[in-house]
Nanobody, 124 residues
Framework: QVQLVESGGGLVQVGGSLNLSCAASGRSLIYYPMGLGWFRQAPGKEREFLAVISRGGGRTYYADSVKGRFTISRDNAQNTVSLQMNSLKPEDTAVYYC???????????????WGQGTQVTVSS
């Protein structure tokens, strides 16, 4: 089992920045380094892929909607993954989730573990 806990969400003005963090724990991480991704879900919408980082951190992939504004990074020593979000827009308002999977995936159903989510609200 892997447990994921997100933090860092909150209220920010348009054009502002937030840094989300996700702490991973669990015995499985010792044997199965995992790909870590970020998703978000706005009310009435499907869960949307944002970014993913490979097990070693050498490969990243972003959705077009956030490319150039968001940066994913990980610290394997601390078992954390972060999402630095800049130039935030009202349409970025959503609940943000981190997820862990056996590979570098963009589809939500391919992830094995999910955090509880953290709310990000961008006000205009």
């Amino acid at each position: 089992q892997v447990q994921l806990v997100e933090s860092g969400g909150g209220l920010v003005q348009v054009g502002g920045s937030l840094n989300l963090s996700c702490a991973a724990s669990g015995r499985s991480l010792i044997y199965y380094p995992m790909g870590l991704g970020w998703f978000r879900q706005a009310p009435g919408k499907e869960r949307e892929f944002l970014a993913v980082i490979s097990r070693g951190g050498g490969r990243t992939y972003y959705a077009d909607s956030v490319k150039g504004r968001f940066t994913i990074s990980r610290d394997n020593a601390q078992n954390t993954v972060s999402l630095q979000m800049n130039s935030l827009k009202p349409e970025d308002t959503a609940v943000y989730y981190c997820a862990a999977g056996r590979g570098t995936f963009v589809n939500a159903h391919e992830y094995d573990y999910w955090g509880q989510g953290t709310q990000v609200t961008v006000s205009s």
